[in-house]
């Protein structure tokens, strides 16, 4: 008898009631390939159909609980005909993350194999880091895979230059080996005509953050949207792509948003919930339905409030976990100048605020048209959202964009003292200069968040000195002209407030 086996197709059915019975996922639950000592590329190659060796392929059936392999195996013989280069399948999964619990998306995944096989070229799926755009890819991958005879996953998280990845790419592939970028590109695009391929590059966005890398990626993006092939480019990312038109027939973008409370309670519940705790819909509303915040903030809400959400929600804090902190500390850190000036006044108002009246927050005037380009890119980077009342529209930042922001605004505002303090140099005050930090035109809680924030700091660094300092920054701005100082006074005079009240 033959070393290797393949699954059935009747076999496949069995095995999916199997899978399903165990609330398993066809490739992305870890225990099962792990138990069957295999890896998670193995475990795809058996839902292909393709052979695997005999002993892996009975490991594979016993861990989902089907004791007598041979009644799913595909036991006819083996078809020794040499198939050619172009129609032997070729399946690499080996960049693939291991995501375990995928919930929901049913409504995304039919619109994304509609667009697909509508003749879609080009697929994109954006959304703010955390929000499953990985997961749904794939999901997605698993459920259209066997509609293609090569399928390629590559994760741009590494931030590899052009010619690394279309030479992985090709040379898996037995490709001769290609000399520069065009040449790369020429052989990618003969490739997909050849072949019925799926490529995936998942997470576009590291290789955005370098002007001359994301020039490169989008001048190669549109040549393999613009060639004529039988294959699918699927991309994620959290930046939408300038080419994409989503009125075109070839190129489509799907924009992520957070999951429903059906199935973010699912999530809950399989991190240990009931899915009846009190404050569970709060909860999920708090962090957008987005899936990566959920599963960071539930250890903490375990441990810290014995799984009593309601307990937690009454502290008022939106807590970011690490991992997505460090998300938002790299797209941060990618902002210009006047991108940052624009999310620090979205983040002091914390509602959603009209372009006039944001307009109107600067020092000095600006080009509108400037502004809004600035807005459409940090819209475009999924940092916003936007409300449309009585024809006007409205910006404000996510939640937990808003956190993140408001966090960075206190710490550049007690950064700046820190370093006027030793010098005497109002010339450090740059956002304490530019932003006033309690909202304008308002005296309520909300709008004096940032100023009590930023209290507490000072006073735990400079405790009982802090109105001498203040006194020190107010008594240098009598000379300065009107533009020099800014929102200085104000907001020296606001902390006066607060260490008063």
Same mark, same amino acid.
């Given at each position: 008898?033959?070393?290797?086996?393949?699954?059935?197709?009747?076999?496949?059915?069995?095995?999916?009631?199997?899978?399903?019975? +165990?609330?398993?996922?066809?490739?992305?639950?870890?225990?099962?390939?792990?138990?069957?000592?295999?890896?998670?590329?193995?475990?795809?190659?058996?839902?292909?159909?393709?052979?695997?060796? !005999?002993?892996?392929?009975?490991?594979?059936?016993?861990?989902?609980? /089907?004791?007598?392999?041979?009644?799913?195996?595909?036991?006819? =013989?083996?078809?020794?005909?040499?198939?050619?280069?172009?129609?032997?399948?070729?399946?690499?999964?080996?960049?693939?993350?291991?995501?375990?619990?995928f919930y929901g998306r049913n409504q995304e995944l039919e619109q994304l194999e509609h667009w697909i096989t509508d003749g879609c070229k080009l697929v994109t799926v954006v959304g703010i880091g955390g929000i499953g755009k990985t997961s749904l890819a794939l999901a997605l991958a698993d459920r259209i895979q066997t509609k293609y005879n090569c399928l390629i996953w590559k994760s741009l998280s590494t931030s590899p230059d052009l010619?690394?990845?279309?030479?992985? /790419?090709?040379?898996?592939?037995?490709?001769?080996?290609?000399?520069?970028?065009?040449?790369?590109?020429?052989?990618?695009?003969?490739?997909?005509?050849?072949?019925?391929?799926?490529?995936?590059?998942?997470?576009?966005?590291?290789?955005?953050?370098?002007?001359?890398?994301?020039?490169?990626?989008?001048?190669?993006?549109?040549?393999?949207?613009?060639?004529?092939?039988?294959?699918?480019?699927?991309?994620?990312?959290?930046?939408?792509?300038?080419?994409?038109?989503?009125?075109?027939?070839?190129?489509?973008?799907?924009?992520?948003?957070?999951?429903?409370?059906? =199935?973010?309670?699912?999530?809950?519940?399989?991190?240990?919930?009931?899915?009846?705790?009190?404050?569970?819909?709060?909860?999920?509303?708090?962090? +957008?339905?987005?899936?990566?915040?959920?599963?960071? /903030?539930?250890?903490?809400?375990?441990?810290?409030?014995?799984?009593?959400?309601?307990?937690?929600?009454?502290?008022?804090?939106?807590?970011?976990?690490?991992?997505?902190?460090?998300?938002?500390?790299?797209?941060?850190?990618?902002?210009?100048?006047?991108?940052?000036?624009?999310?620090?006044?979205?983040?002091?108002?914390?509602?959603?605020?009209?372009?006039? !009246?944001?307009?109107?927050?600067?020092?000095?005037?600006?080009? %509108?048209?400037?502004?809004?380009?600035? /807005?459409?890119?940090?819209?475009?980077?999924?940092?916003?959202?936007?409300?449309?009342?009585?024809?006007?529209?409205?910006?404000?930042?996510? %939640?937990?964009?808003?956190?993140?922001?408001?966090?960075?605004?206190?710490?550049?505002?007690?950064?700046?003292?820190?370093?006027?303090?030793?010098?005497?140099?109002?010339?450090?005050?740059?956002?304490?200069?530019?932003?006033?930090?309690?909202?304008?035109?308002?005296?309520?809680?909300?709008?004096?968040?940032?100023?009590?924030?930023? +209290?507490?700091?000072?006073?735990?660094?400079?405790?009982?000195?802090?109105?001498?300092?203040?006194?020190?920054?107010?008594?240098?701005?009598?000379?300065?002209?009107?533009?020099?100082?800014?929102?200085?006074?104000?907001?020296?005079?606001?902390?006066?407030?607060?260490?008063?009240?």
């Open positions: 008898m033959s070393n290797s086996l393949k699954v059935s197709p009747a076999g496949l059915i069995i095995v999916d009631k199997a899978r399903q019975r +165990r609330g398993w996922t066809k490739t992305s639950t870890a225990c099962w390939w792990q138990d069957a000592h295999t890896s998670k590329a193995t475990l795809r190659r058996f839902w292909q159909g393709e052979r695997i060796q !005999r002993d892996i392929f009975i490991a594979i059936c016993q861990a989902v609980g /089907i004791s007598d392999w041979s009644e799913i195996a595909d036991l006819s =013989d083996i078809d020794l005909t040499p198939k050619s280069q172009l129609t032997t399948p070729f399946v690499d999964w080996d960049e693939a993350p291991n995501i375990e619990g010619l690394s990845l279309l030479e992985q /790419i090709l040379s898996s592939l037995n490709y001769p080996v290609i000399q520069d970028v065009t040449q790369g590109i020429k052989q990618l695009i003969k490739l997909l005509q050849q072949r019925c391929c799926l490529l995936i590059l998942d997470g576009l966005e590291a290789v955005l953050s370098n002007k001359e890398s994301a020039s490169t990626y989008n001048y190669f993006i549109e040549m393999l949207s613009q060639s004529r092939h039988q294959s699918c480019i699927l991309i994620t990312s959290r930046e939408k792509l300038s080419i994409i038109n989503n009125n075109s027939q070839i190129f489509r973008c799907l924009t992520l948003q957070g999951l429903p409370k059906t =199935d973010a309670v699912k999530l809950l519940q399989s991190q240990g919930f009931t899915g009846k705790e009190l404050g569970l819909s709060a909860l999920i509303k708090l962090y +957008r339905g987005n899936p990566l915040a959920i599963k960071l /903030i539930i250890p903490l809400i375990q441990s810290v409030f014995a799984g009593n959400v309601a307990a937690f929600l009454n502290q008022n804090a939106l807590v970011i976990g690490d991992r997505l902190n460090t998300i938002l500390q790299q797209q941060f850190e990618q902002l210009s100048d006047l991108e940052r000036d624009i999310i620090y006044w979205l983040a002091i108002w914390q509602e959603p605020i009209s372009f006039s !009246r944001l307009q109107s927050h600067f020092l000095s005037s600006l080009d %509108p048209a400037m502004i809004l380009t600035v /807005i459409a890119g940090l819209e475009k980077r999924s940092l916003l959202e936007k409300w449309v009342s009585e024809n006007e529209y409205s910006f404000t930042l996510q %939640p937990l964009v808003m956190k993140f922001v408001t966090d960075k605004l206190v710490e550049n505002a007690v950064q700046e003292i820190n370093q006027f303090v030793p010098s005497n140099e109002i010339g450090h005050f740059k956002v304490l200069r530019t932003h006033w930090l309690l909202r304008p035109g308002t005296d309520d809680i909300a709008g004096d968040r940032i100023l009590l924030q930023l +209290r507490e700091q000072l006073w735990r660094t400079y405790g009982a000195t802090l109105p001498q300092i203040l006194n020190q920054i107010l008594s240098l701005l009598s000379d300065k002209s009107p533009l020099a100082i800014g929102y200085i006074g104000c907001n020296i005079m606001a902390i006066f407030h607060h260490l008063h009240s």
